[in-house]
C-alpha cells in the first residue's frame, strides 16, 4: 500500500460492525439535522443582539487601558455599566489578553500578532498532516482551505480582542506541534491557551494525563509546573476580583449548566466563517463528517485532536448558555481536520460493510476487500 494512503479504522470492521456503524451515522446525522429544522435549534445567528455585546466591551476595557487605568478597575467600571452580571468570578474575564493589547503601541497590532500566529497554525497543520500523508499533498491541501473558514475571524474587523479566538488558535497549534514532533513547543501552545482563557484547561489536564501515559516525564513536568504556575495567576484574578464583587451584585438568571445537548453542540460547531452564512442543517453535516473522519483518525496526531475534540463536544453538551455560542472557536480549527479524514473514513466504513448497489437496491457484494 503507498505511503499516504493508511487504512482507518473501519477497515478492520467486520461486515455486521460496519453496517451497524453506518445505520447509527444515518440516524444520528438525521437526527441532528432533525435538531436544526425544529425549535429545539439554538444559537445566536439571525437574533437580535441585546445590548452591545462583548467584543465591544473588551474594546472599551483596552480603551481604557490605554489610558493608564488598570486592568481589573476598567473590567469593573465596564461589566457594571453594561448591566453584566458580576456575582461570579467566572463572568470576568482573565487579564492577560486585554492586558496585552491595551499595551500594545497600537490595538491593531494586536491583530497583526493573531494573524501571524493564525499563518503559523496554517503551515503547522500542512507540515503535520504532510509527514503522514507522504507524497500525497491533496488532505494536507484540503486541511489549509477549510482552516480559512474558522481562522477568517482573525482577520475581521475588531474580532481579535475576543480571548475565546486567541484560545482556539493556540490549542489547535499545540496540537499541530506534537503533530510534527515538537512537544516542547506544544506545551508553550497549550499553556498559552490556557493563559487566554480559563476554558482551555480541559486540554492541558488532557494532555498532562497524556504525557503521564506514555511515561513522557520531562513532559508531564513542563505541564506540571505551567499548570501550578496558572493556578497562581488564576489565585491572584479571583482574589483580585472578589475584592470588587458588590454584595448586591446581580447574577446570571439561569446556571452555567443548561444541558443543550446536541443543539449546543451544533450551534458551538458552526463557528466557522463559511458554516454562519448557511443554514444550520449544514453545520450538522459538516460536524457528523468530522467525527466520523476522527473515530476512524488511528494515527497519533489523529487520536490527540479527536480525542480533544470529543472532551469539548462533551462538555457543550451539558454546560454553556445560548450566547455562548462563541466557545465553538475554541474547536472550529480541529475540526477542520476531522472534516479531511472523512472521504477515507466512509469508503473504508463501505469497504468493510460489503456493500455495492444492483439494479435498484443495495445489497451485500459477497466478498470481503482486503488490505494490501
Known amino acids: ?39 429545539l435549534a439554538r444559537g445566536q445567528v439571525g437574533k437580535p443582539l441585546v445590548g452591545a455585546g462583548d467584543l465591544a466591551l473588551y474594546r472599551a476595557e483596552i480603551d481604557r487601558i490605554r489610558t493608564g487605568e488598570g486592568y481589573y478597575q476598567a473590567a469593573a467600571e465596564e461589566l457594571s455599566s453594561r448591566g453584566y452580571p458580576t456575582r461570579s468570578v467566572f463572568n470576568w474575564r482573565t487579564p492577560l489578553p486585554t492586558w496585552l493589547i491595551g499595551h500594545l503601541p497600537d490595538p491593531m497590532f494586536g491583530k497583526v500578532l493573531l494573524c501571524l ?112 504556575a496558572w493556578l497562581v495567576f488564576f489565585g491572584l484574578h479571583w482574589l483580585q476580583v472578589a475584592a470588587l464583587i458588590h454584595p448586591d451584585a446581580r447574577a446570571h438568571e439561569q446556571g452555567w449548566m443548561q444541558f443543550g445537548g446536541a443543539a449546543f453542540v451544533i450551534a458551538t460547531a458552526q463557528m ?32 490527540r485532536a479527536g480525542l480533544t475534540v470529543a472532551l469539548f463536544v462533551t462538555a457543550f453538551g451539558f454546560v454553556g448558555q445560548e450566547f455562548n455560542q462563541y466557545w465553538g472557536t475554541l474547536i472550529a480549527p480541529l475540526l477542520c ?20 448497489v444492483q439494479g435498484s437496491g443495495v445489497q451485500g457484494s459477497g466478498f470481503r476487500v482486503q488490505d494490501s
Not at 6 to 14: F, I
Not at 198 to 225: I, S
Request: net charge positive; aromatic share 12%; with cysteine.
Open 1 to 39: 500500500m503507498p505511503h499516504g494512503s493508511h487504512p482507518t479504522g473501519y477497515a478492520r470492521l467486520t461486515p455486521f460492525q460496519a453496517r451497524a456503524v453506518l445505520a447509527a451515522l444515518l440516524l444520528t446525522t438525521a437526527l441532528f439535522v432533525g435538531i436544526t429544522l425544529s425549535p
Open 117 to 228: 500566529l493564525a499563518a503559523a497554525l496554517i503551515l503547522l497543520s500542512f507540515e503535520a498532516l504532510s509527514r503522514e500523508e507522504g507524497s500525497a499533498l491533496a488532505r494536507p491541501a484540503a486541511c489549509v482551505a477549510l482552516l480559512s473558514g474558522p481562522l477568517m475571524f482573525c482577520l475581521l474587523d475588531g474580532l481579535y480582542v475576543s480571548p475565546c479566538l486567541w484560545c482556539g488558535v493556540f490549542l489547535a497549534l499545540s496540537i499541530c506541534a506534537y503533530g510534527i514532533h515538537r512537544p516542547g513547543w506544544a506545551v508553550a501552545a497549550g499553556l498559552a491557551a490556557v493563559f487566554l482563557r480559563e476554558l482551555a484547561l480541559p486540554y492541558c489536564v488532557f494532555a498532562a494525563a497524556h504525557a503521564c501515559w506514555r511515561r513522557q516525564w520531562k513532559e508531564l513536568a513542563a505541564w506540571g509546573m505551567g499548570l501550578l
Open 272 to 303: 466557522n466563517g463559511y458554516l454562519l452564512l448557511l443554514p444550520q442543517w449544514v453545520t450538522a453535516l459538516y460536524f457528523m463528517a468530522a467525527m466520523l473522519g476522527f473515530a476512524g483518525w488511528h494515527t497519533p496526531l489523529g487520536q
Open 337 to 356: 481536520f476531522g472534516v479531511v479524514r472523512f472521504p477515507a473514513s466512509l469508503a473504508d466504513l463501505w469497504r468493510a460493510a460489503e456493500l455495492r
